[in-house]
């Protein structure tokens, strides 16, 4: 689904320069769950933004679906985007002007299988991740879990096989985190769809099945994980608060 080689970027020039990336290599197959661990600055939006052929300027070889996406013009990179890549944003990136079902269906103007009559495709995404009562509000009456929720409705919509989440629990409280992170990884084994999330929680890169860390632009290692279950560690969390309550 995903490979990478030799992947560099650097930003600025002489001594401003800093290298976000350094020698990147990497084979993401159809299907898996991976997590991009590092501290802040070690390089993980750059390398999400390189895959999801949101950034330009890095040396190297990425192909997505078997196709090398150095060698698309922009609109061919953008119909590679809007029909096999979701994305998933820490501040979920709504437009509060619109309503959810107007916010899910937007992805449908840059083309793709629902640019039209997608009104429909909307709902049965908003109902998959529980939000079929709240069509018609605006981002503005919505929780964070819930706005979330919309977002991965609105990645969701063109049926992509990938989705590029960077710290889609970092504004939410650790339930709410859990919530989400248990919705990710049923997208991954009920729909098969491959799930790259960047974080720099310890706990939320333990919900994947392999883990790559970074430092300083550098991979420094690439594991197999046993996945915990979030569905888990939510019912340990209440289990927790009920005995504190008591
Ligand atoms: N557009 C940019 N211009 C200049 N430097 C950048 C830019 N984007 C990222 N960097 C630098 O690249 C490094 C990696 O950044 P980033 O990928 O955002 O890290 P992370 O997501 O792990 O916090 C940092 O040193 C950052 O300052
Ligand atoms: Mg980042």
């Known amino acids: 689904m995903i490979s990478i080689k030799g992947l560099s970027r650097t930003f600025g020039r002489g001594a401003g320069q800093t290298t976000a990336l350094k020698d990147i ?7 898996q769950f ?11 939006t750059t390398l999400l933004n390189v895959i999801g052929g949101l950034d330009s300027g890095w040396k190297g070889e990425v192909s997505i679906a078997g196709q ?7 609109a061919q990179m953008s ?22 079902l107007e916010n899910v269906t937007l992805p449908g ?20 991740v529980g939000l079929g009562e709240k069509i018609d509000d605006k981002p503005s009456q919505l929780s964070g879990g819930q706005k979330q929720r919309v977002a991965i409705a609105r ?3 063109n049926r992509p096989r990938l989705i590029l989440c960077d710290e ?23 729909e098969g769809i491959t799930l790259v999330i960047i974080t720099h929680e310890e706990h939320v890169s333990e919900m994947a099945s392999r883990v ?16 915990v279950s979030p569905a888990q560690l939510l019912e340990a969390l209440d289990k927790q608060q009920q005995e504190e309550g008591a």
């Open 155 to 157: 990645a969701l919509f």
């Open 168 to 190: 889609p629990t970092g504004s939410l409280d650790r339930r709410t985190g859990l919530q989400i992170m248990d919705l990710f990884q049923r997208l991954n084994q009920s």
């Open 68 to 74: 090398s996406i150095a060698k698309l013009s922009d």
């Open 34 to 44: 991976v997590a991009i661990v590092g501290t802040s600055g070690s390089g993980k």
């Open 79 to 100: 119909k590679l985007r809007s029909e096999r890549i979701g994305f998933v944003f820490q501040h979920f990136n709504l437009l509060d002007h619109l309503s959810c």
């Open 25 to 31: 290599s990497l084979e993401i197959p159809e299907g």
């Open 109 to 128: 103007f840059f083309g793709g299988p629902n640019a039209t009559g997608g009104a429909e495709r909307a709902r049965e995404v908003l109902r998959l």
């Open 212 to 227: 790559v860390r970074l430092e300083d632009g550098a991979m420094i290692s690439d594991e197999p994980n046993d996945p």
